[in-house]
C-alpha cells in the first residue's frame, strides 16, 4: 500500500459575518459556526475553500492506480477549540467561481 500527499494550491477562510474578508494568506483555516456572536435568526459561520492542483490528481491517477481500488481522504487538523459537539456534519461543495487567497 502506497500513500500519496497531495497538498492543496491554495486555501483560505471567508466569513458570512464579514463578507469581504478574505483570510487567505493566514497559515490556519478557520471552520466555525459562532451562534454567540449573534442572534438566533443568524449564524457567523465561517467557510473554508480550498484548491487542488487537478493535473497532479489526474497524473497519480494515471500513473498508480492502473484499475485498483483506492481511497482518499483529507487530513484536517485542529489548532484551538473549545466546546466541541460529540457529532457535527461537514459538507463539502464544489465551487463554480474563482477566487483569490487572502
Known amino acids: 500500500m502506497s500513500i500519496i500527499r497531495i497538498f492543496p494550491k491554495k486555501d483560505t477562510t ?3 459575518e464579514y ?9 490556519i ?5 459562532n451562534e454567540s456572536l449573534t ?7 465561517s467557510r473554508i475553500l480550498v484548491e487542488f492542483d487537478q493535473n497532479e ?5 494515471s500513473d498508480f492506480v492502473n484499475g485498483q481500488n ?17 457529532d457535527y456534519t461537514l459538507e ?11
Do not use: C, H, Q, R
Open 14 to 16: 471567508i466569513y458570512t
Open 19 to 27: 463578507p469581504k474578508l478574505n483570510s487567505g494568506i493566514d497559515a
Open 29 to 33: 483555516l478557520d471552520l466555525s459556526k
Open 39 to 45: 442572534n438566533a435568526s443568524y449564524s457567523a459561520a
Open 57 to 61: 490528481i489526474l497524473a497519480f491517477v
Open 70 to 86: 483506492i481511497s482518499s481522504s483529507l487530513g484536517l487538523y485542529l489548532a484551538n477549540a473549545s466546546d466541541i459537539p460529540v
Open 92 to 102: 463539502v461543495f464544489p465551487l463554480s467561481e474563482s477566487w483569490d487567497m487572502g
